[in-house]
């Protein structure tokens, strides 16, 4: 029989393609299981993912607790657990908090209706450019208060930086990576330099003018975290989305009703989401779902498959767009998935609504292409049309 790492390699082409079948089997199977590939264990229940994420004193998203090493442009609020994050994860969501996120949605459901109206009867268009892509640099760009970058140039920077979260798999991404945030990091500066515009990171600087330089370099990094994680995980969650009302056009219809907007939304996300998985290290000896992890073993939650267990999910490989609760893990975990949450679902209600309220109807136009990277589940291609 193939080991467990020849049966789930997460960039092979049929993984990319449906990866839940096979994590089901092994959810069944495997549920914690060593992948060589990823010098990892990896977790496939839900009920032991989120074990991994709740127990910051067992479980470090900072390797340096177990010796490891962070290189100054990497350290955020990313790297850092609790309570060392508290100030500036606490200094971000309350400026989170300030904006006014419905005025943001209504210009981004604005911006999707005026791309309709271009694309609409123009013939074969691909999800991920002509909607995905703007409209993920907008919304994240007005959250933030900064001029949006444009967006063919823009969208390549991030794209190697999530292609470089894959560089234990493929160590040719991590140089690539590394230079992109490098640029973002760059960008980012010149908005804490020169950006005048109300938003969130207007506030961010108010409220920690004299922050000493390390805090400063947290909190330039985090902001260049949020603005990646937010547009990442946007331009996925809208191309995963997209993918999903092509196949189940019903939804769409249904969502015309405001009570399943929210939830319909939350559902798309947690049935083919933007996040596959994160990584964190034993910080002493345990046990999990009876496999003895050992001090500074890795450990990999699978969101994919946490997000399909039928244990936390009844009826979990359906679409049931009133599923309430769904505490699902399709964003990711941690305070940098919050302002990427927040982004995400304020997009797709943008979205979805803007594609209800158009005279025309969205309609596939072929199959899509993967990304071939592991760690963010997105389209590199989806082609559609808009019929009047």
Known sequence: MPSVTDRYDPLDAQILRDPYPVLAELRRTEPVFWHEGMGSWALTRYADCVRVLRDHALFARDPRRTGGAVPEPSLSVQTLDPPQQSRVRSLFMTALRAQDLAAIEERARRLVAGRLDVLAGAGQFDVVAELAVPLSVAVVADLLGVEPPPYAEFAAVPDAIMRSMDGGLDPSLVEPGRIARQRLSELVDSWFAASSRPGLLAHVRQAAPGADPLARLYVKNTARVMFQGGYSTMAAAVGNAVAVLLAHPEALERM????????????????????????????????????????????????????????AFPGADRLVLDRTPNRHLGYGWGPHSCIGTTVAQAGLRSLVEALNEHPARLVGAGEGVRRRTATMRAYQTLPALLRL
Do not use: N, S, Y
């Not at 939830?263 to 049935?271: A, H, M, Q, S, Y």
């Not at 998985?277 to 779902?289: F, L, Q, Y």
């Open 256 to 311: 015309r009703d405001a009570a399943l907007l929210a939830t319909g939304v939350d559902e798309l996300v947690r049935f083919d989401g933007p996040v596959q998985g994160t990584t964190r290290v034993a910080v002493r000896a345990c046990r999990i779902g009876g496999v003895d992890i050992a001090v500074g073993q890795k450990v990999v939650p699978l969101f994919a498959a946490a997000d399909r267990d039928p244990d």
